[in-house]
């Protein structure tokens, strides 16, 4: 950061330099020129890796081991640790819940002959401890990376056992030794499970490669492309039929959702702006008494978070390219879960929102099956009662839920409502005022929370609106548009500012000279015909 820089500069350069101007006149001079004149070679400087800083010279040597620890994502050095949203929290990248664990590159794993799940036993001088690893794609060779906070003795009814104590390998508790060169590491003895809440397919298997372009999940570009051509992926909905907002309001053929002229609730996500650090997932939680089920029913697919973020992969192991997409009901007019369920328990309101009547609900579980983007959860369990002997039952615990949202029973199903209760407290605000309710009289709880001012919340009707604007960007998609259940949820496609193509069919190809040139021409007749 800009105190360590300047720390450094005070320590290394500035000494021997020893210009005639005080260190602070001279910093400000050396940041307006943009550069120093030196004469002699300065001290090595470390190289940034992950949140923590390695040295350089660690990089002469191919027979040792860097060892890098770091605060957890959520649960920070271990001071949140009996939070149980925090520890049910995806981490952004490897998706694993409840654990730490050493995160290793795919070079690395082969060199110590071990898999996902594989404990390695770590030695930094005389401290050693054994922890699972993860082979993760990216990470630098040579680099053992684990996350501190877990493995907590005292952590109370939740944050207690979970995980691995890396503090074990700290020789000290200064802040600044995060890192260790010549740490010796070895495959361990016996494994550990780790628990993720998303598949894991290899980047370069053949099979899933850049399955999301192929499917269309995900829709991305160059920054070069767009600026040549705006609408250069509006191909794809060429492809599958008609544009996203193409279709009536009204369907005239079957009537179906005779939606009022007024508010129709619908939300952007701007994938450019996504980092997938997950406050969204966290601010719903909160907001929605979303409930904590517990590693092992992670395991098998249990988990109840309404908004996820999918972490997508392309290119190589070595090079991997990442997308963050946050995923949640899309609220679809044509809802695939809505003609499926035999006792009416979702149904769609004249303004747009697929809803759940929970007292209606028997848990038939036909909308779940039916959804094509798996965003329904199922109440297996009171898991209140179930997590951590009844933790979330005991006071004050129990007063922490949100009065204003119904706590789901056991057998029911449940699913992101667009904050329903903050529209229907809109409602009521704006018919003690006299006036209808506006789209930016809402702003949902994900939309609240997330940093990148990512999601935006709206009236799709209201046509003056930047909100309609927004939706009517050029490079806003819905994921799986080919299924025709029309979405109200649109996605921005992300650009990427590079130069070289993308390489991924049917997006961001090089073009001859010649197919540029009629591409071209043809705009210019169109904006003729226009004119």
Not at 121 to 137: C, D, R
Not at 243 to 263: A, C, M, Q, R
Request: proline share 5%; net charge neutral.
């Amino acid at each position: 950061d800009h105190e360590y820089m300047m720390d450094n500069w005070e320590k290394n350069i500035y000494t021997a330099i020893k210009p005639s101007l005080e260190f602070k006149r001279y910093w400000l001079a050396a940041l307006q020129d943009g550069f120093v004149t030196y004469s002699e070679k300065p001290a090595a400087f470390p190289a940034f890796i992950g949140d923590s800083f390695v040295s350089s010279t660690r990089t002469a040597s191919s027979n040792d081991y860097v060892l890098l620890l770091v605060k957890h994502h959520s649960i920070g050095d271990g001071k949140y640790a009996n939070n149980g949203w925090f520890q049910e929290l995806p981490h952004p990248i490897s998706k694993i819940v409840w654990d730490n664990y050493a995160a290793i590159s795919v070079t690395t794993a082969k060199e110590l002959g071990v898999k996902n799940d594989d404990k390695i036993k770590i030695t930094n001088g005389a401290l050693s401890m054994e922890i699972p690893v993860f082979i993760q794609a990216g990470t630098a060779d040579k680099v053992i990376s684990i996350e501190l906070g877990g493995g907590r003795k005292v952590g109370g009814a939740i944050g207690t056992g979970n995980g691995f104590d890396a503090y074990a390998l700290m020789s000290n508790t200064s802040s600044a030794s995060q890192f260790y060169n010549n740490v010796k590491v070895e495959k361990g003895s016996g494994s550990y499970e780790l628990v993720s809440t998303q598949e894991h397919h290899a980047v370069d298997d053949p099979v899933t490669h850049d399955l999301q372009y192929k499917r269309d999940i995900i829709r991305e570009g160059t920054y070069e492309d767009y600026k040549k051509k705006p609408k250069f992926l509006e191909k794809h909905e060429e492809v599958h039929g008609m544009p996203l907002d193409s279709f009536p309001s009204i369907n005239e053929s079957t009537k179906e959702h005779p939606y009022y002229t007024g508010v129709k609730w619908a939300m952007i996500l701007d994938m450019n702006k996504c980092t997938g650090c997950n406050y969204c997932t966290i601010a719903c939680n909160v907001e929605n008494n979303i409930p904590i089920v517990g590693k092992d029913q992670v395991k098998v697919n249990r988990e109840m978070h309404w908004i996820r973020i999918d972490r997508y992969y392309s290119g190589t192991p070595d090079a991997p390219r990442v997308n963050f997409q946050p995923m949640l009901c899309q609220h679809c007019d044509n809802a695939p879960c809505e003609n499926v369920c035999p006792v009416a328990a979702t149904t769609h309101s004249p303004d747009g929102i697929n809803g759940m009547a929970y007292n209606r609900c028997v848990g038939t579980r036909y909308c779940a099956n039916n959804c094509p983007y798996k965003v329904r959860r199922f109440n297996y369990f009171n898991w209140r009662d179930r997590v951590a002997d009844g933790y979330y039952q005991t006071e004050p615990v129990n007063y922490m839920y949100n009065p204003e949202v119904t706590v789901r029973s056991r057998g029911v199903m449940e699913k992101c409502t667009f904050c329903i209760q903050r529209i229907q407290d809109a409602k009521g605000v704006a018919s003690g005022e006299g006036r209808r309710v506006k789209g930016t009289d809402v702003k949902t709880a994900c939309q609240e929370a997330c940093p990148a001012s990512a999601i935006s919340f709206g009236d799709m009707n209201d046509k003056k609106s930047e909100f309609y604007k927004q939706r009517m960007h050029p490079l806003g998609y819905g994921v799986l548009e080919d299924l025709k259940v029309r979405p109200n949820v649109t996605y921005i496609s992300k650009l990427r500012n590079i130069l070289e193509p993308l390489g991924i069919e049917g997006m961001g190809e090089e073009k001859s000279e010649g197919e540029t040139k009629k591409e071209s021409k043809t705009e210019e007749k169109k904006e003729e015909k226009t004119h």
